[in-house]
């Protein structure tokens, strides 16, 4: 009887697999052969997801689907092919796909009730309360922040020059958005400039190493999120969540017991603390991971935009010299580093742009169908639970929109020529509602690093630069594996 019922489980279990991997073929979407557990993630262990797409994308694309399907472990997903469908899933239709479908589960997992996780109206809600924090009269008012930690990364730079060596740049300009964003969201006057072993540093290295056992977690979680609810997998390290729900109860406490008031992210989120009247005030969990959200959002996104604008400015040196004299002409106009003059810097913003065109932050945009949706002038329903991808990646890297791509050319960013550009060609921070809602402060930051180092500094490779760019596939983001070594020179 034993091995009766275990043949008849097999066989159920291999019918179900291979009816799972029959979903697009029998709904005629163009697609590439699933092989079991994986599905088209095979190569997961030596390539982050986006280019497993990209290739997907490269070997569809000429079938003149505006999508096509693929298979993460059993789960068939989209991957958005025509950029007008991709503007109507993200921007006209969002109602329809109001969700990223990222999983998360904050009865375990108390720091992922955040923004970048949230769903429907509370999502909505959390949204409105949240933009206040991030419009100009806000960023000028961490300008100030910005601006006094950039003064602290010229002086170590300026350490690190008479050394005569080397420097890790990667590891430089992470301490560097760590003590930013350490400030800005969680009220800490961070050192890890000058102590790299400085704790907050060690923690947010700890929340954003990437691992092999992570990156198949986060891929299996997402991908069958019934699944991990039931399970209820646990996605943060519990060190780290007391660690910044430590961080920030103490913080808390010093300002209320203190007066004190700093008119930074923190002090939004704490004048929004429930009190117990019912007024639709957050939980202290709540508080804590909009914080824990900023700096996952803020720390590693800009550091490694700022790490790879320098690496092409070292492969270009002429564009080096040009946006160094643009940014020391617009310094000797305004007489010292303000708001207005970091935003009067547009060559400087045009290399930043075709950085996150190369290595755009989040290459990934994911959204899940929430209500059936017929693609426009098809037959086609994608069924609510339906995951849909848009390769940020993929289109940034397309010759079709962006000829030579692998060439960096910031003039790419003119206005003359961005007039011809589709609206969804270039959305280095999204599209739609569900836009990073932080993207002014991310490109601010990156302005005031590049400008403090670039207007006194010249960048060079050196015998340990790397010769190109490998990515992490076990990386959340845009990583890249291994150090980004500099030669630097004081001017």
């Avoid at 079991?36 to 797409?53: A, H, M, Y």
């Avoid at 730079?157 to 005569?164: F, G, S, V």
């Avoid at 302005?447 to 403090?452: G, H, N, Q, Y």
């Amino acid at each position: 009887m034993f091995v009766y019922i275990s043949i008849l489980v097999i066989l159920i279990f291999y019918w179900w697999v291979r009816e799972s991997f029959c979903y697009w073929k029998r709904r005629k979407i163009p697609h590439l052969e699933p092989s079991f557990p994986l599905g088209n993630l095979g190569d997961l262990k030596r390539k982050p997801v986006f280019l497993i797409l990209t290739e997907v994308y490269h070997k569809l694309r000429n079938t003149g689907a505006r999508f096509v399907g693929a298979y993460f472990f059993l789960q068939p997903v989209v991957m958005i092919v025509d950029l007008d469908l991709a503007k109507d899933i993200m921007v006209k239709d969002f109602q329809h796909f109001h969700d990223r479908g990222f999983y998360g589960n904050e009865k375990v997992d108390p720091l992922l009730a955040h923004l970048l996780v949230l769903e429907g109206e509370r999502w909505k809600h959390v949204r409105s309360k949240l933009t206040p924090a991030f419009t100009s009269g806000k960023m000028k008012l961490m300008f100030l922040t910005m601006i006094s930690v950039g003064r602290r990364l010229e002086n170590q730079m300026l350490i690190e020059a008479n050394r005569d060596k080397d420097v890790d740049m990667k590891d430089l300009l992470a301490r560097f958005t760590t003590d930013v964003i350490g400030s800005c969201a969680f009220g800490l006057e961070c050192n890890s400039l000058q102590e790299p072993n400085d704790l907050f540093r060690e923690m947010g290295r700890k929340a954003l190493e990437p691992s092999l056992s992570r990156s198949l977690k986060r891929t299996f979680t997402n991908s069958c999120r019934g699944l991990a609810h039931f399970l209820r997998i646990k996605m943060e390290d519990k060190e780290v969540d007391r660690f910044f729900m430590k961080t920030v109860r103490e913080t808390i406490d010093h300002r209320k017991k203190n007066g004190i008031h700093r008119d930074d992210f923190l002090d939004i989120l704490i004048n929004m603390e429930d009190d117990g009247s019912n007024l639709g005030g957050w939980k202290f969990h709540e508080i804590v991971s909009q914080c824990f959200a900023f700096f996952i959002a803020g720390f590693e996104t800009s550091s490694s935009v700022m790490t790879l604008c320098l690496y092409e400015l070292v492969k270009n040196q002429e564009i080096q010299q040009k946006v160094r004299q643009s940014i020391n002409q617009v310094l000797a106009a305004h007489g010292s580093m303000t708001y207005e003059a970091v935003h009067e810097m547009k060559y400087l913003e045009n290399c930043i742009n075709e950085t996150m065109r190369r290595y755009p932050p989040v290459p990934l945009a994911g959204r899940i169908v929430t209500k059936d949706y017929q693609i426009p002038d098809t037959n086609v329903t994608l069924k609510k639970g339906t995951q849909v991808f848009h390769s940020i990646y993929t289109i940034h890297n397309d010759p079709h929109y962006f000829p030579e791509p692998e060439k960096f050319d910031p003039d790419r960013f003119e206005s003359e020529s961005r007039a011809s550009w589709h609206p969804l060609q270039f959305i280095p921070f999204g599209a739609g509602p569900r836009n990073c809602i932080a993207f002014r402060f991310g490109m601010m930051q990156t302005r005031v690093a590049l400008a403090c180092l670039l207007k006194d500094f010249r960048f060079t490779t050196s015998e340990q630069t790397p010769r190109s760019v490998r990515f992490d596939p076990k990386h959340r983001l845009m990583g890249f594996i291994g150090k980004m070594r500099l030669n630097v020179e004081k001017i």
